[in-house]
C-alpha cells in the first residue's frame, strides 16, 4: 500500500511540475526550440529580451496596479460579507452565498464579454482604465475571499466577540479589537490569493484594455500570437518565480508573525 501511495503521489508530482520545469529550462536554453530536457548551454540572453520588450514592462507595472486595487475592494466587500453570513441571521442566506459563488461557475470569457459590453454601453471612461479592469476582476476574487474569511470566522469564537459586547464595546469596535484579530491568518491569506488570481486573469482582460496598454499575461498572450521565441517562457519563468517569492515571503512573514501558531493553539481550543 505505501509503495502505491508513494507512486500516485510522485505521478501526480511531476504531472504538476512538469509544465513549470519545461518553461523554466525553455528560458535559460540557448536553443530557440527546446528538444530535451537537457539544454545544450545556459544563457539569459531570453530573460534580458524579455525585460526589454516594452509590453512586457508597462504590463508588470499595469498588472499591479490592477491586482492591488482588485484585491482591496474585494477585502472591503468581502470580510463584511463574510461576516455578515457567518455571524448574522440574515432572511435568504443560503440564496446569497450562491450568489456570492455563482461567479465561479460563470466562464471567464462570458463575464469579460458582459463587462465589455457594460462598459461600452454605459461607462466608455471605464474601458482600458486600472480601476475598470479592476472591478471587473473583483467578480472573480469576492468568491474566493467570502470563502476564505468565513472559514476563518467559523473557527475563530464568537464567545469572545459577545464578551466584548456585553462589558460595552460598539458592534463595530468589537469587531476591529477581538474578531479581527482572530482572522488575521485567513484574511492574509485571501489578500495573497486574491492578489495572485487577479496578476494571472487573462480570459477576462483581454476584453477591457486596448492592445499597447494590457496587464503581462494579456501581453504574453499577445505576443505568442506574433512570435514563439523564448522570450515568453522567460517572462513566465520570471512570474512563476515572482509568484513563488510573494508566498514564501508570506510564509515566512506569517511564521515570524506567529499567527500560524496562534491559529493553530485557536483550533486546538475549539476542538476541546
Same mark, same amino acid.
Not at 455563482?102 to 461607462?123: M, Q
Given at each position: 500500500?505505501?509503495?502505491?501511495?508513494?507512486?500516485?503521489? %510522485?505521478?501526480?508530482?511531476?504531472?504538476?511540475?512538469?509544465?513549470?520545469?519545461?518553461?523554466?529550462?525553455?528560458?535559460?536554453?540557448? !536553443?530557440?526550440?527546446?528538444?530535451?530536457?537537457?539544454?545544450?548551454? /545556459? %544563457?539569459?540572453?531570453?530573460?534580458?529580451?524579455?525585460?526589454? &520588450?516594452?509590453?512586457?514592462?508597462?504590463?508588470?507595472?499595469?498588472?499591479?496596479?490592477?491586482?492591488?486595487?482588485?484585491?482591496?475592494? +474585494?477585502?472591503?466587500?468581502?470580510?463584511?460579507?463574510? &461576516?455578515?453570513?457567518?455571524?448574522? @441571521?440574515?432572511?435568504?442566506?443560503?440564496?446569497?452565498?450562491?450568489?456570492?459563488?455563482?461567479?465561479?461557475?460563470?466562464?471567464?470569457?462570458?463575464?469579460?464579454?458582459?463587462?465589455?459590453?457594460? &462598459?461600452?454601453?454605459? /461607462?466608455?471612461?471605464?474601458?482600458?482604465?486600472?480601476?475598470?479592469?479592476?472591478?471587473?476582476?473583483?467578480?472573480?476574487?469576492?468568491? /474566493?475571499?467570502?470563502?476564505?474569511?468565513?472559514?476563518?470566522?467559523? #473557527?475563530? !469564537?464568537?464567545?469572545?466577540?459577545?464578551? +466584548? @459586547?456585553?462589558?460595552?464595546?460598539?458592534?463595530?469596535?468589537?469587531?476591529?479589537?477581538?474578531?479581527?484579530?482572530?482572522?488575521?491568518?485567513?484574511?492574509?491569506? *485571501? *489578500?495573497?490569493?486574491?492578489?495572485?488570481?487577479?496578476?494571472?486573469?487573462?480570459?477576462?482582460?483581454?476584453?477591457?484594455?486596448?492592445? !499597447?496598454?494590457?496587464?503581462?499575461?494579456?501581453?504574453? /498572450?499577445?505576443?505568442?500570437?506574433? !512570435?514563439?521565441?523564448?522570450?515568453?517562457? =522567460?517572462?513566465?519563468?520570471?512570474?512563476?518565480?515572482?509568484?513563488?517569492?510573494?508566498?514564501?515571503?508570506? #510564509?515566512? =512573514?506569517?511564521?515570524?508573525?506567529?499567527?500560524?501558531?496562534?491559529?493553530? @493553539?485557536?483550533?486546538? #481550543?475549539?476542538?476541546?
Amino acid at each position: 500500500m505505501r509503495v502505491l501511495r508513494a507512486v500516485f503521489l %510522485t505521478l501526480v508530482t511531476v504531472f504538476v511540475l512538469a509544465p513549470l520545469v519545461v518553461v523554466l529550462l525553455a528560458s535559460v536554453s540557448p !536553443d530557440e526550440v527546446l528538444t530535451s530536457l537537457v539544454p545544450d548551454g /545556459f %544563457t539569459l540572453h531570453w530573460i534580458g529580451e524579455a525585460l526589454d &520588450y516594452e509590453p512586457f514592462r508597462v504590463g508588470i507595472l499595469y498588472s499591479v496596479e490592477v491586482a492591488a486595487l482588485a484585491t482591496a475592494i +474585494a477585502l472591503l466587500l468581502g470580510t463584511p460579507a463574510a &461576516y455578515a453570513l457567518a455571524r448574522t @441571521r440574515i432572511p435568504a442566506a443560503g440564496f446569497l452565498r450562491s450568489v456570492f459563488v455563482a461567479p465561479l461557475s460563470l466562464p471567464r470569457v462570458v463575464a469579460g464579454f458582459c463587462f465589455f459590453t457594460l &462598459y461600452v454601453s454605459l /461607462f466608455p471612461t471605464a474601458y482600458g482604465t486600472v480601476g475598470g479592469v479592476a472591478f471587473a476582476h473583483v467578480l472573480l476574487l469576492l468568491p /474566493f475571499v467570502v470563502a476564505l474569511i468565513g472559514a476563518g470566522l467559523a #473557527g475563530s !469564537d464568537p464567545a469572545l466577540e459577545e464578551a +466584548a @459586547r456585553d462589558l460595552g464595546a460598539s458592534p463595530l469596535k468589537a469587531f476591529f479589537r477581538v474578531t479581527l484579530p482572530q482572522i488575521r491568518m485567513p484574511l492574509l491569506i *485571501a *489578500a495573497v490569493f486574491a492578489f495572485l488570481t487577479s496578476f494571472d486573469e487573462v480570459d477576462l482582460s483581454i476584453f477591457l484594455m486596448p492592445a !499597447d496598454t494590457t496587464t503581462l499575461p494579456v501581453a504574453i /498572450f499577445l505576443r505568442l500570437q506574433q !512570435d514563439q521565441d523564448p522570450t515568453t517562457s =522567460a517572462v513566465s519563468s520570471l512570474m512563476i518565480v515572482g509568484s513563488l517569492a510573494v508566498a514564501l515571503l508570506t #510564509g515566512l =512573514a506569517v511564521r515570524r508573525a506567529g499567527l500560524w501558531r496562534e491559529n493553530t @493553539r485557536s483550533g486546538e #481550543g475549539m476542538d476541546e
